[in-house]
């Protein structure tokens, strides 16, 4: 059994037949993936990355075992795509109390933002705990993770001792150039490589994402397995009208050039939630361009169906739903009986919470395509590092599927860099003079 994408509550809005109509541009956006002669095509490493990483999972497991031993905090360092993934698939496999729970080490995350307080409370966090480190960057030198990661480092020989702290970093970087590669070779970091063909938002299933999920205690064999079967699901034997990635593409395209301009990205399950994040760099860092691309939302139900539900069920119609369900989930709490039933929930008495949940679920769906919001799904059979890998794969897939349909670079993000420039000038760091004196000029 795979995860399942069904897009029949979308034929309302668009027909099959204009569904249909993008298999040849499709099946040619995946000869350009798999040929490598599309556009970014110097990024595509993460295609078969199910299983060339397979070699390097021993090693990364006992690097992970190695931190689980000694520490009690594990500090995952990075932004974007270097912390979304992992942070997504151990929120979703992890208990949603884990921090009131006795389940060392805990994995916490810096570098994803320049929050003074933020980094202040982690300190305070760590102090007088043991901890490692984990830090990723191609450059070593984006600032958000090497601000943290210079405050850390300190933070950690000084209460460890540097000794100890060669053993408890390790450097996810570069394989031969920049400041985080020059500094592990010094200090003698352990180290993995970032390939240069694999960016940021789809190297989850690299040493990036990888290394953190082992650290919180979970199966990346399964993770990996997961995704290689997705690979081939996905691949290009498989014909257009049975290929998931391919179907999610199309569909989407087709929605939008219908006038859909938002995709909202909905579950119904609150460990769900980082999935989404990750899901939205994804599809926005590589679709975004050029003044096209669809833009990548989300939300969590039923929670946010008491705040941004009126919108969507009555707002601008601009915006499809995409659905991601899980089939069955890994406990089960039975509703009871109660005799005075004040609160008129009897006729619930014996039946399953999740079987409540899926029926918000199916209801909302009704209700939404009826208001004029297309709906498609992504169902998971429950919620495990197998099922994840497929999820996690598929997306990344069907991503550069949809990019080379929008007929955009989906493997770069030049618009990033303008407010690093701003910001730069705006510090004065050397070699950003004319940059500052024009800015300041403006801000007169």
Not at 18 to 40: I, P
Not at 125 to 135: A, E
Not at 175 to 198: F, H, M, P, S, W
Not at 317 to 346: I, K, M, W, Y
């Amino acid at each position: 059994m795979d995860i399942k994408l069904t897009i029949d509550k979308a034929y309302g809005f668009v027909t099959p037949e204009a569904v249909s109509a993008y298999k040849a541009r499709a099946d040619k956006a995946q000869e350009m993936l798999v040929n490598g002669t599309g556009k970014g095509n110097d990024f595509l490493g993460w295609l078969r990355l199910p299983e060339d990483i397979r070699p390097q999972l021993k090693d990364i497991q006992a690097t992970a075992n190695l931190l689980r031993q000694e520490c009690e905090v594990i500090v995952c360092i990075g932004i974007g795509g270097s912390y979304l993934g992992a942070k997504a698939v151990i929120d979703a496999l992890s208990s949603s109390f884990a921090w009131l729970e006795d389940k060392k080490p805990y994995i916490v995350y810096a570098g994803q933002n320049i929050g003074e307080d933020y980094l202040y409370e982690l300190q305070s966090l760590l102090r007088g705990k043991r901890f490692g480190i984990i830090s990723i960057s191609k450059s070593g030198t984006t600032t958000e993770p090497a601000l943290a990661f210079r405050l850390l480092k300190t933070q950690l020989e000084e209460q460890q001792g540097k000794e100890a702290a060669r053993r408890l970093i390790v450097c996810i970087t570069d394989k031969a150039r920049g400041a985080l590669r020059t500094l592990a070779t010094q200090e003698g970091y352990k180290t993995y490589v970032i390939e240069d063909n694999i960016g940021g938002r789809f190297s989850v299933l690299s040493p990036v994402g990888l290394l953190p999920i082992a650290c919180a205690g979970f199966d990346i064999e399964q993770l990996i397995d997961g995704a290689a079967r997705m690979e081939s699901v996905c691949g290009t034997d498989t014909p257009f009208e049975a290929n998931p990635a391919a179907q999610y593409a199309a569909v989407r395209n087709a929605l939008y050039n219908s006038g859909k301009k938002v995709e909202l990205l909905v579950n119904f399950h609150p460990k769900l939630h980082y999935v989404s994040e990750w899901w939205k760099q994804l599809y926005g860092e590589s679709e975004g361009k050029e003044q096209k691309g669809i833009f990548p939302a989300s939300a969590d139900f039923t929670t946010d169906l008491h705040s941004m539900g009126q919108y969507i069920q009555d707002g601008e119609r601009l915006l499809f739903e995409t659905v991601v369900s899980v089939a069955e989930p890994n406990h089960q709490v039975d509703f009871p009986h109660n005799d005075a039933n004040l609160d008129g929930l009897n006729f619930l008495a014996g039946k399953r919470v999740d079987e409540v949940n899926k029926m918000a679920e199916l209801g909302t769906m009704l209700a939404h395509v009826d208001g004029g919001v297309p709906n498609l799904k992504v169902e998971l059979p429950k919620l495990n590092e197998y099922y994840l890998g497929e999820l996690i794969y598929f997306f990344e897939r069907a991503c550069g599927i949809s990019g080379y349909l929008l007929d955009v670079n989906p493997f770069n993000q030049p618009g990033v860099e303008a407010y690093k420039k701003n910001m730069f000038a705006l510090l004065d760091k050397p070699g950003y003079e004319a940059e500052s004196k024009a800015i300041r000029e403006r801000l007169k």
